[in-house]
């Protein structure tokens, strides 16, 4: 009996606390949102102009080569889609408006790329240069990310070259 008369006064007493605490009148929830708004999709080149080497006129194909120099993908859009970057170039063109062909006579070695953030990147060779390719591609995007890579270009330039100087432009785009 005695247990049962300190029990009682204490749940008459919390009942009463509870019972005594104010209650809202009324209550309403207001929604509040917050816009994280994404960047942009960049590709920064070499300025150039790069030079890929010097071989003398003669009857047989030559091959001549050099890095570009860094190109880089910044991707600061912040979401999971991934990236295609690609790599062209036009004929070269020469002394007395003769050309090298693009489509068969260069190609562009891409290496792996330095990759920052979250993405996996793949490196693909395009070989013609002509027309437009990949050459590294992002997957597994998640958040802002970065590659960086230093292709190799390559062009064989044909028996009987004329002498003097050929130049062509090389276009890279991300999407």
């Known amino acids: 009996m005695r247990i049962r008369s300190v029990i009682s006064p204490l749940i008459a007493g919390a009942a009463v606390a509870v019972l005594a605490s104010p209650m809202p009148a009324s209550a309403a929830d207001t929604p509040v949102t917050v816009q994280v708004s994404s ?34 993908v910044t991707d600061g859009r912040g979401g999971t889609a991934g990236w295609t970057a690609t790599a062209s170039a036009v004929d070269f063109t020469g002394p007395q408006s003769i050309s090298v062909s693009a489509a068969g006579s260069s190609s562009y070695t891409t290496p792996s790329a330095s990759v920052s953030g979250t993405a996996t990147v793949t490196a693909s060779d395009l070989n013609p240069l002509y027309p437009p390719g ?20 390559h062009l064989t330039i044909p028996a009987n070259a004329l002498a003097g100087t050929y130049s062509s432009t090389i276009t890279h785009s991300v999407a």
Do not use: E, F, R
């Open 39 to 72: 960047g942009t999709l960049d590709i920064s080149v070499p300025t150039g102009p790069v030079n890929l080497g010097t071989v003398g006129v003669s009857g047989s194909p030559q091959s001549v080569s050099s890095q570009l120099g860094n190109v880089t």
């Open 134 to 153: 990949p050459v590294q591609v992002a997957t597994g995007v998640s958040g802002i990310n970065s590659a960086t890579w230093n292709p190799t270009i």
